[in-house]
């Protein structure tokens, strides 16, 4: 099983016939004051999976400041069942909603982990109003 794609999103969902739906993907976020937490925003994970990855897996979350400091951590099971006969490639989203906290401006991590390997990092630049203004209001 690997990682086709993760982002950060305002909103995702399934529809009824499975089709993944993303709206409003980033990859910076401006804030007031530090520290601060966005919330609700929503982690998309879209996994592919073969035959050989069917049965119980850990899909494990770790949110790092850019000093590398862990903020907080889940994890949790996904069970994958078996394709229907002719499959041979699985589509496996997952999304995540989640409030995050920052305490620093700069390049903030999600590393994602499935059974206890590290597969993906999702990246996010985060700034204050503070900074803006001292770069004189641009943004590098």
């Not at 980033?26 to 966005?38: E, G, K, R, S, Y």
């Not at 997952?94 to 305490?103: R, S, T």
């Amino acid at each position: 099983m690997h990682v086709s794609f993760a982002l950060f999103a305002d909103a995702a969902n399934l529809s009824q016939e499975g089709k993944l739906n993303v709206l409003g993907v980033f990859d910076a976020l401006q804030v007031a004051t530090l520290p601060a937490i966005h919330p609700r925003a929503h982690l998309v994970v879209h996994l592919k999976g073969t035959a050989i990855d069917i049965g119980e897996h850990t899909v494990t979350f770790r949110w790092l400041s850019p000093s590398g400091q862990e903020l907080w951590n889940s994890s949790g099971d996904l069970n994958v069942g078996a394709p229907p006969p002719g499959v041979t490639e699985m589509d496996l989203p997952l999304i995540a909603q989640l409030d995050l906290p920052m305490d620093a401006g700069g390049s903030y991590t999600m590393a994602i982990a499935i059974d206890g390997e590290h597969t993906a990092d999702v990246k996010i630049q985060v700034r204050s109003a503070a900074q803006m203004t001292a770069n004189g209001g641009l943004v590098s």
